[in-house]
């Protein structure tokens, strides 16, 4: 018997598939600005609430499906659209450091794209300089712009991962993410303790010995 649309559905939130490297946008996702997709967002979570049966006119409530939309468009959600993308400066790497530069622990929160639960964790990122350094704030933006998105944390790295090797021009970029994600904890198989992990690299990573130093540095 085939499955129908809502098993699929399932199965694709249940194992969080990744169906794609870049984030899934409308070809018109930037053509009304932020205030009416606030407008928009609140009508509908709204209807959400309403539907729930919760009562709108209580003075608790009443104010929710602004404060949601608003947290979806100016904060949870503000990595989605280009405007907010950090700039990114890179200067000439005019000491001649040859060796591999790490920047760990790099706190994020996003939301898992299938549940939109959040998710949140730690980036460690380390690159080996081509003849490009970037400021070490920088790789933080990064991170964090990539995270203010709906995403499964594969992409995350990916993403990451590209975004710094086109701004150093270099391939000998390695990232590692360590999230827990609330889709995980608190629905389906309920598991409090785990966390997942991904890595992603490139160019000098590639060997063995550059893995295991960057590894060793992250712990």
Same mark, same amino acid.
């Given at each position: 018997m085939a499955e129908n649309k809502y098993d699929i559905y399932d199965t694709i939130g249940d194992n969080h598939v990744l169906t794609s490297i870049e984030t899934p946008l409308k070809t018109d996702a930037f053509e009304i600005s932020d205030a009416e997709k606030?407008? =928009?967002? $609140?009508g509908y979570f709204k209807g959400i609430m309403e539907t729930l049966g919760l009562d709108l006119e209580d003075d608790s409530l =009443? %104010?929710?499906p602004y404060r949601v939309a608003k947290m979806y468009v100016k904060e949870l959600f503000s990595g989605l659209d280009p405007k907010n993308k950090p700039s990114i400066s890179t200067f000439d790497n005019k000491y001649n450091y040859n060796k591999m530069l790490v920047e760990k622990n790099i706190e994020f929160?996003?939301?898992?794209?299938h549940h939109f639960l959040p998710m949140r964790g730690k980036a460690h990122v380390g690159?080996?300089?081509?003849? =490009?350094?970037? %400021?070490l704030s920088k790789m933080n933006r990064i991170? $964090?712009?990539?995270? =203010?998105?709906p995403q499964v944390q594969e992409r995350l790295t990916i993403q990451i991962l590209k975004e710094l090797q086109a701004a150093l021009n270099t391939e000998s970029v390695i990232v590692i993410i360590d999230a827990d994600h609330l889709c995980v904890s608190t629905r389906g198989v309920q598991d409090k303790s785990s966390s997942t992990v991904t890595i992603e690299y490139g160019g000098e990573f590639n060997e063995q010995s550059q893995r295991d130093s960057f590894l060793k540095l992250c712990m």
């Amino acid at each position: 018997m085939a499955e129908n649309k809502y098993d699929i559905y399932d199965t694709i939130g249940d194992n969080h598939v990744l169906t794609s490297i870049e984030t899934p946008l409308k070809t018109d996702a930037f053509e009304i600005s932020d205030a009416e997709k606030i407008e =928009k967002i $609140q009508g509908y979570f709204k209807g959400i609430m309403e539907t729930l049966g919760l009562d709108l006119e209580d003075d608790s409530l =009443k %104010g929710t499906p602004y404060r949601v939309a608003k947290m979806y468009v100016k904060e949870l959600f503000s990595g989605l659209d280009p405007k907010n993308k950090p700039s990114i400066s890179t200067f000439d790497n005019k000491y001649n450091y040859n060796k591999m530069l790490v920047e760990k622990n790099i706190e994020f929160e996003s939301a898992c794209e299938h549940h939109f639960l959040p998710m949140r964790g730690k980036a460690h990122v380390g690159y080996i300089s081509s003849g =490009k350094v970037i %400021g070490l704030s920088k790789m933080n933006r990064i991170v $964090q712009y990539y995270g =203010k998105r709906p995403q499964v944390q594969e992409r995350l790295t990916i993403q990451i991962l590209k975004e710094l090797q086109a701004a150093l021009n270099t391939e000998s970029v390695i990232v590692i993410i360590d999230a827990d994600h609330l889709c995980v904890s608190t629905r389906g198989v309920q598991d409090k303790s785990s966390s997942t992990v991904t890595i992603e690299y490139g160019g000098e990573f590639n060997e063995q010995s550059q893995r295991d130093s960057f590894l060793k540095l992250c712990m």
